[in-house]
């Protein structure tokens, strides 16, 4: 069996008009309460073993079991249920409208294509009374456009049921990912002495010394990071996220606080950053003898570098050649996602998932029929990994 595109957009359209924001990322959002139970009912009727495992209050993970007949590995097809903030498109955001072969709204790629992918998938296993040696877990967790805090909680407490996963991410069904970036978000502060606007003997203006760090990091990505992509996994990923500073027009500014978000590539740690921030730190000083900065990691990802998944690899390949027509490519991606905890914790694991785009912005959207595709491309690997063979009479 295969899964319409009326059920697809139906699905989709539920889970869309759920806010789902993550508090982490945006204060007061309104989490994953409301999606997770929905989910929860959803999977249910589709007949999986559905259990909410709350990783902070009002804020659980979904956990979906299929129980094979026999015993076996266990395949993880896991996505995130939260999104980010959409104060750029409050009007829009959670009122989905379908556009040709997409669907526009906040979180339709990004990740909910993915959770949709997933849980039809899964409905079209029971649909089709798949025979199973071992089982499919469909995890759907909280919190990845914040701390991870879902998956992190997921593979503290069931990494030892996991054999595979399947980490579902927006790219298109036409590639698998093996490996991706890491990340930093780190705070650069620079401080500078506070006086009177009129008495600039007595002040250090930080946002100007800022301004200076902020040249110069601009100028580092162009000569060093944006020239040397990885063959895989791109151009390393920096940029400025928020700056905060000052506190009136009349005086000079003390302090300025200036959030980035940087990639480390395989072999690197975020180490590496902090150093090459810290040289940028002693160009200025030279130039600027009164300079004051300091760097302060708020969060460390190490990159995703897949292993033991060579099976898992060509089953999905396999499937998605027989179902796009063509074999997809096998490559890295210049993010980050789930995949890194899982791959972390001893899980071989891939990254696939279907075609969106405008990720983090205004009219995000998702190709409807790679939603479709991508539910039948894991239904195929399921079968493909752990399908009982059918035995024929006389061999009963």
């Known amino acids: 069996m295969t899964v319409r595109r009326e059920e697809a957009i139906q699905l989709l359209d539920a889970l869309v008009r759920i806010d789902s924001v993550t508090p982490w990322l945006i204060p007061g959002g309104a989490g994953e309460g409301a999606v997770a139970r929905y989910m929860q009912h959803w999977l249910t009727d589709a007949g999986l073993e559905v259990t909410l495992e709350e990783v902070e209050p009002g804020r659980p993970n979904v956990l979906a079991w299929l129980r094979g007949s026999q015993p076996g590995p266990t395949i993880c097809l896991t996505a995130h249920s939260d999104t980010v903030g959409y104060a750029n498109w409050p009007d829009r955001a959670l009122t989905p409208v379908v556009d040709g072969d997409r669907m526009v709204g906040i979180g339709v790629a990004d990740d909910k294509g993915g959770c949709a992918a997933a849980m039809l998938a899964a409905r079209e296993l029971v649909r089709g009374g798949a025979q199973l040696a071992g089982d499919v877990l469909v995890a759907l967790a909280i919190d990845e456009e914040g701390i991870s805090i879902g998956t992190e909680h997921l593979v503290a407490n069931h990494a030892g049921e996991i054999d595979l996963a399947i980490e579902l991410e927006p790219e298109g069904s036409h590639v698998i990912f093996t490996e991706h970036q890491g990340f930093g978000w780190i705070d650069i502060v620079v401080r500078g002495v506070p006086a009177h606007g009129s008495a600039p003997d007595k002040g250090v203006d930080a946002i100007v010394h800022m301004a200076e760090v902020i040249t110069r990091l601009h100028r580092l990505d162009e000569t060093r990071w944006r020239p040397n992509p990885d063959p895989r996994n791109g151009r390393t ?160």
Not at 271 to 279: G, K, L, T
Not at 381 to 395: C, I, K, M, N
């Open 237 to 396: 990923v920096f940029h400025t996220g928020t700056i905060h500073g000052g506190t009136d027009y009349a005086t000079y500014p003390g302090e300025v606080v200036l959030g980035i978000e940087i990639g480390t590539q395989p072999g690197e740690t975020l180490a590496d950053r902090v150093a090459d921030i810290e040289a940028v730190f002693a160009e200025v000083r030279a130039a600027e003898p009164a300079f004051s900065g300091e760097v302060r990691v708020r969060l460390d990802r190490d990159p995703f570098t897949g292993s033991g998944n060579a099976a898992l690899v060509e089953a999905l390949g396999d499937a998605a050649e027989a179902v796009n027509g063509a074999r997809p490519t096998v490559t890295g991606l210049n993010a980050w996602t789930d995949a890194a905890l899982l791959q972390s914790a001893g899980i071989p694991t891939v990254l696939f998932g279907p075609l969106g785009g405008n990720y983090h912005a205004a009219d995000e959207w998702v190709s409807i029929p790679d939603v479709v595709a991508t539910a039948e491309i894991l239904r195929r690997t399921v079968v493909t990994l752990l399908g009982v063979p059918v035995r024929a009479a006389h061999d009963a």
